[in-house]
């Protein structure tokens, strides 16, 4: 079955602090991995994808296809982080995207 | 950056009339738009894929003549949601990929509120 996990529906860090959002997917081929940031009173907008291995506003995302993970982290939060990651998994290629349940980041002062 | 724009962004119906959601690509042109539903606190799922000049693809659960899908050009897609109830009330959302790129842009979402 194709499926992407968030175990975590909150976290609260403080700012300065590192931060990792946990992500897990099942899929038998192999994945194509994005993370979606929803700001307050925003639309879903693309973060990063597992392809370009970019790093965007500080976040980086490595698959681990042995683990099966695609954790979202940040060495240092900053308050305007604080928004909802979703990862999504698009399975073969089709746009078609499977999302998580969304993890709230919570960044105090 | 690409834009995608939904219309209206809340609407509030009476039990068993039928509401339109349009979406539109502004900036560029979508062969394929994605239909998703969002319940509160959680997350989205997939409802259909709308395919310019052809007919909707409609994921596993989803009622094909509840929620009528029509991509009349490359760059609009409407969802109709017909006798709706108040169970179909959730936050719809379509996304929409520029044409040659798996980037995914999203609209702002509609509010649908069935009484």
């Known amino acids: 079955a194709q499926r992407v996990t968030q175990p975590e529906k909150l976290l609260s860090v403080f700012k300065g602090a590192p931060v990792e959002l946990k992500c897990n997917y099942s899929?038998?081929?192999?994945?194509?991995l994005f993370w979606y940031v929803q700001y307050s009173r925003q639309r879903l907008q693309l973060l990063l994808r597992?392809?370009s291995r970019e790093s965007i506003k500080g976040f980086t995302a490595d698959l681990n296809k042995g683990e099966t993970s695609f954790h979202l982290k940040k060495p240092f939060a900053q308050e305007e982080d604080s928004a909802m990651y979703y990862c999504?998994?698009?399975?073969?290629?089709?746009?078609?995207?499977?999302f998580g349940q969304g993890t709230t980041l919570q960044v105090k002062p | 950056g690409a834009v995608v724009s939904q219309h209206p962004s809340r609407v509030i119906c009476k039990s068993g009339t039928s509401v339109k959601i349009e979406c539109r690509s502004l900036d560029f042109q979508a062969t394929t738009m994605f239909w998703y539903r969002q319940f509160p606190k959680q997350s989205l799922m997939l409802m259909a894929t709308s395919n310019e000049g052809s007919k909707a693809t409609y994921e596993q659960g989803v009622e094909k003549d509840k929620f009528l899908i029509n991509h009349a050009s490359l760059t609009l897609s409407t969802l109709t949601v017909t006798s709706a109830h108040p169970e179909d009330s959730s936050f719809y959302i379509c996304?929409?990929?520029?044409?040659?790129?798996?980037?995914?842009?999203f609209g702002p979402g509609t509010r649908l509120t069935v009484l």
């Open positions: 996304s929409a990929p520029r044409t040659g790129t798996d980037t995914q842009y």
């Open positions: 899929y038998s081929g192999s994945p194509e």
């Open positions: 999504a998994l698009n399975p073969s290629n089709t746009g078609k995207l499977i």
């Open positions: 597992h392809i």
